[in-house]
């Protein structure tokens, strides 16, 4: 009989793509709670993935995702410890939807491309 393992967690943080918000408002609020939340989950018996650098542009939430992916999370956190543009967490969450063997994983429906999500006129072309 195989011996299970533990779970695999991969866990991305999401935050404000714009250069002054995110410097002034939100770097300093983020740091300490993505700090409390990797805390957090060591209590729990799990391998738990997460990166040093917040997703903050489409190239870092798909880099993020594969290299998740890659590493074979069985179970994605979107991590939003201050405001974040609502279509960089969907982006993140469709690009886990499928797994590196391109199968579907269960509970997660991909109907949209990412890369066709707007949210309204202000983000209109920042994942497109």
Known sequence: ?????LPKVGMITFSDAREHEYKVL?????AARIKRTVEYFADYEMELHTFDT???SPQ???RQTDELKKKGVEVFIAN????TWPNGVVRGVLNMGRNPWNRRIPGLRRS????RLQTSS????FYG
């Open 112 to 115: 949209v491309k990412p890369d």
């Open 122 to 125: 202000d983000t209109a072309g």
């Open 54 to 56: 917040v997703a903050r």
């Open 26 to 30: 939100y770097e300093e609020k983020t």
């Open 80 to 83: 939003i410890p201050c405001w």
């Open 60 to 62: 870092d939430i798909d």
């Open 1 to 5: 009989m195989k011996k299970m393992g």
